[in-house]
């Protein structure tokens, strides 16, 4: 036992606390020895205030089988309930000296930690039935398991701090990286030399100072959003709080920087839930039916009279609200439906494209039983369309999901104003209204969805070409994530089913060579939406192409990740519009016949197809293998994708030996790949057809609907980690993307768009 003591008059953070931590930096201490204390239920401070001076005591104990300790307040020990604790220091010394200290037997502790891994909180049955067997005052046993859960949560904050540290490591790194090619007088993004070093160097300095500022403010995001403590408090202060903590949420402990208590939160959920089911049962005249576009258009006036509002601030004049509604069949029973929505991992998903980044920061109700009924979470998500031209939306809301009755659940959004201001003011920008969707039971796998999309933007100037779209909210709405919702259902099935019909399975003789080039596609295309969008994830350079097309490079070093090939890849991303439905389009780029029309990496030669493989209802749901007779040793992975909203086509050279072994049915996880491809969608101008015909195949008669065709292609620009790309792969990109813009224009006869 180490004992330290001091009567001077500093903090509580006394240098001999310090000391005693460093030499016994484990949370294990008496809660593995089993050090208890009778008399009191609540924890008492050791520090007393004696005429200005502050007596601090602090015990630290270790063992060979608890590990080094901690410090640790009287609740870890028995004392004397017999001692009279006086106001005068006499009788306070007294009582110190007079505390009887015990320590449990190795068989209580082994009995109470196999309680332990059984039941964290064991009810109070359960205590007195373990204090009969052991021996022991049943507030011995509640103060063991307090302990315990105690110590457990502060390895979870370690752990988290560590990962806290490994990013901060991170960025130093980077900015050593970044200070080093400074000196060089050489631009870190396109490769290219400086004549004026001086004016580089001034220029990327900003730079770095802007990229560090917005790291730094990402890793504190990180630590206050986590919850376990507020800025500037340190794990190991935010585990001395007590026993009195330990059942509440880390949302409660951060009060102070969320600014609201839990009771309020389930009020505004609750709240939030109402308005979202009167929202997805209501017809008219809340909802309007749009004849022309079928879709249904928010009577916002009425929806004022039905759920009032504050819109007397000046910063409801400055946004736009959107607000949409859809619904449909999706393939997936009704528990798998909710745990893919309570599960942020299952989350992302079930929305790869949509989705670039989501995290759960904070459990506020755990719920009840296996489906977490009433189960509450903070959450964060980042938004973005497949193209570097729209930027993405953060946003910060609360999500609660709770049981209708036995066939009917409904998982509601919203965004709360204290928790987005405290963790980030620039979140405001987009903040979700009570949004989510109402899933109901249709037995044999099925469920009908409806879901409610209720957005507040902060009004921007969107790029030209996408801004029709937006605008009408179909890029974030309703219909968008309905879509994407019934094609993944649909992937998953097609994905499990073992009596796939030969028609769908062609060229592939297992079922477990189906399963793996199945997961191969699909973790091409995720990578291929991580790389398009505007997210974070990339810094965007922009040059002008050769067709005078505008063109947005950005590269990332690829360190350890065995998916993609280990250095430097430059990916580069043009969007342009074209007079042509997406349809046409998608049909035209998936057709291996015309294949050869536009993509210049077969040089004009014809391109076979192997396998083909269904993934969907829709016939243009598929993924093929491709052969080249310009590359022999390579073959052509090509995953296509469609529903009512949106279109890819995206592909990537594999060798041939490691093709062979994915279609044998070999794990694919390590097999390198680095696709390339393109994002088709509609432009959301919706007018009226300027003819009416019968000829449901002819589909040039489509109006003057077009589509946003966004290209993307990635190439390996140096194996080095430490390597950078030149301009000759700078300019080898650009050629390479002005040449196919050009080809597709060509081949589709609108080359003078």
């Excluded at 460093?22 to 050791?46: N, Y």
């Excluded at 502060?154 to 901060?168: D, F, G, V, Y």
């Excluded at 937006?470 to 649909?490: D, K, P, V, Y």
């Excluded at 990109?733 to 006869?749: A, D, E, F, M, P």
């Amino acid at each position: 036992m180490v004992m330290s003591s001091s009567n001077d008059n500093h903090n509580h953070n006394h240098p001999s606390t310090s000391l005693t931590k460093d030499l016994f930096p484990s949370t294990s201490l008496a809660l593995t020895l089993g050090f208890f204390r009778e008399g009191e239920e609540q924890a008492v401070d050791d520090r007393r205030e004696d005429g200005g001076n502050t007596t601090t005591t602090v015990t630290e104990i270790s063992s060979e089988n608890s590990g080094p300790a901690r410090s640790r307040s009287d609740d870890d020990f028995d004392v004397d309930p017999d001692v009279d604790d006086g106001d005068d220091d006499n009788n306070k010394n007294k009582s110190k000296k007079r505390k009887k200290y015990h320590r449990h037997t190795a068989e209580q502790i082994r009995e109470m930690e196999a309680l332990f891994k059984e039941s964290p909180h064991p009810d109070e049955k359960q205590r007195q039935q373990l204090s009969k067997r052991l021996g022991l005052h049943p507030r011995q046993v509640k103060f063991w398991f307090q302990n315990r859960r105690t110590q457990i949560k502060a390895i979870q904050e370690r752990h988290e701090n560590s990962l806290l540290k490994s990013e901060m490591d991170k960025l130093r790194d980077e900015n050593k990286m970044l200070r080093e090619t400074i000196k060089k007088g050489t631009c870190p993004n396109c490769g290219f030399g400086s004549s004026s070093k001086d004016a580089i160097t001034y220029t990327d300095e900003q730079q770095l100072r802007i990229e560090n500022a917005k790291l730094k403010a990402e890793i504190e995001k990180l630590r206050t959003s986590i919850g376990k403590y507020p800025q500037g408090m340190s794990p190991t202060n935010s585990c001395s709080a007590g026993n009195e903590q330990e059942s509440r949420s880390s949302l409660d402990l951060c009060s102070g920087v969320f600014g609201l208590e839990k009771s309020r939160i389930m009020e505004i959920v609750n709240l939030a839930m109402e308005e979202l089911i009167k929202m997805a049962s209501a017809g008219e005249p809340l909802w309007i039916h749009s004849f022309e576009t079928g879709r249904e258009i928010l009577n916002y006036d009425e929806y004022l009279h039905e759920f009032p509002i504050d819109t007397s601030s000046n910063v409801q004049h400055k946004r736009c609200i959107e607000a949409s509604r859809d619904s449909g069949i999706v393939f997936m029973d009704l528990p798998q439906l909710v745990q893919s929505f309570m599960d942020v991992k299952q989350y992302e998903e079930m929305f790869p494209c949509m989705i670039s980044k989501a995290a759960t920061l904070d459990v506020i109700c755990n719920g009840e039983g296996a489906n977490r009924n009433g189960a509450v979470q903070l959450m964060f998500a980042e938004l973005q369309m497949l193209t570097p031209l729209v930027a993405t939306r953060e946003m910060y809301f609360v999500r609660y999901s709770k049981q209708l009755n036995a066939d009917k659940w409904a998982i509601v959004d919203i965004s709360i104003d204290n928790v987005e201001k405290n963790i980030d003011v620039s979140l405001a920008r987009c903040r979700k209204r009570p949004s989510g969707c109402i899933m109901e039971d249709k037995s044999n796998g099925h469920c009908k969805v409806t879901w409610i999309e209720h957005l507040e933007c902060q009004k921007s100037i969107s790029h030209s070409m996408y801004r029709a779209i937006i605008n009408s909210g179909l890029a974030f709405g309703a219909r968008h994530w309905m879509a994407t919702l019934q094609q993944q259902c649909e992937r998953l099935v097609f994905f499990l089913a073992t009596n796939v019909p030969t028609k769908d399975s062609t060229g592939i003789s297992t079922l477990a060579g189906r399963k793996s080039i199945l997961k191969l596609a699909q973790r091409m295309t995720w990578s291929f939406g991580r790389a398009l969008g505007a997210s974070s994830h990339c810094t965007w350079k922009k040059i002008l192409s050769k067709t005078g097309d505008d063109i947005r490079v950005a590269s990332r070093k690829n360190l350890n990740d065995p998916g993609e090939p280990l250095g430097v890849i430059l990916c580069a991303v043009s969007s342009i519009w074209l007079p042509v439905s997406h349809t046409v389009l998608f049909d035209f780029l998936r057709d291996e016949t015309q294949r050869n029309e536009w993509d210049i990496m077969s040089n004009g030669g014809p391109v076979q197809s192997i396998a083909n493989l269904a993934k969907g209802k829709d016939r243009g749901n598929t993924v093929s293998i491709h052969t080249m007779k310009s590359k022999e040793n390579m073959w052509m992975l090509e995953d296509s994708c469609t529903n009512s909203y949106e279109s890819m086509v995206v592909c990537a050279p594999v060798s041939v030996s490691s093709m062979q072994s994915v279609m044998a049915g070999c794990d694919s996880s390590n097999i390198s790949i680095l696709p390339s491809g393109f994002s088709i969608l509609p432009d959301g101008v919706e007018t009226r057809p300027l003819v009416i015909t019968s000829k449901a195949q002819d589909k040039s008669w489509e109006g003057l609907g077009g589509s946003l065709l966004t290209v993307g292609f990635q190439i390996l620009t140096s194996n080095s980690p430490t390597g950078k790309h030149s301009i000759e792969s700078v300019e080898s990109i650009n050629t390479l993307i002005s040449t196919t813009l050009h080809n597709i224009k060509v081949g589709l006869q609108c080359d003078d768009q």
